[in-house]
Nanobody, 123 residues
Framework: QVQLVESGGGLVQTGGSLKLSCAAS????????MAWYRQAPGKQRELVAV???????NYADSVSGRFTISRGNADSTVYLQMNSLKPEDTAVYYC?????????????????WGQGTLVTVSS
């Protein structure tokens, strides 16, 4: 079983910065994608940024140039550096990890979500 623990949310003023962290643990054989989603009140959950196993990244147009997704040296941690924050960035941010669990002898795919961390940007 794979678990995720998120941290780093909070209250920040417009133009400020925050850095979110998400650590994966458990019976991980390989991680394919690590991503951040967000859900604002009354809106659907949307993809913010994703980083693939090879290191390539994709960003939502609304955050491109302001947010940076990266992975830690151990590859089981993903970060989201958020700069120049705007009130419309206010949302609950969720970490999402897709990969394979188990061992070389027995593996199965997994997709897990973090518990969510609230980011509030005041105007």
């Amino acid at each position: 079983q794979v678990q995720l623990v998120e941290s780093g949310g909070g209250l920040v003023q417009t133009g400020g910065s925050l850095k979110l962290s998400c650590a994966a643990s458990g019976s991980i054989f390989r991680i394919n994608n690590m991503a951040w989603y967000r859900q604002a009140p009354g809106k659907q959950r949307e993809l913010v940024a994703v980083i693939f196993s090879g290191g390539s990244t994709n960003y939502a147009d609304s955050v491109s140039g302001r947010f940076t997704i990266s992975r830690g040296n151990a590859d089981s941690t993903v970060y989201l550096q958020m700069n120049s924050l705007k009130p419309e960035d206010t949302a609950v941010y969720y970490c999402n990890v897709v990969g394979m669990s188990g061992s070389i002898y027995s593996r199965k795919s997994f997709e897990v979500w973090g518990q969510g961390t609230l980011v509030t940007v005041s105007s």
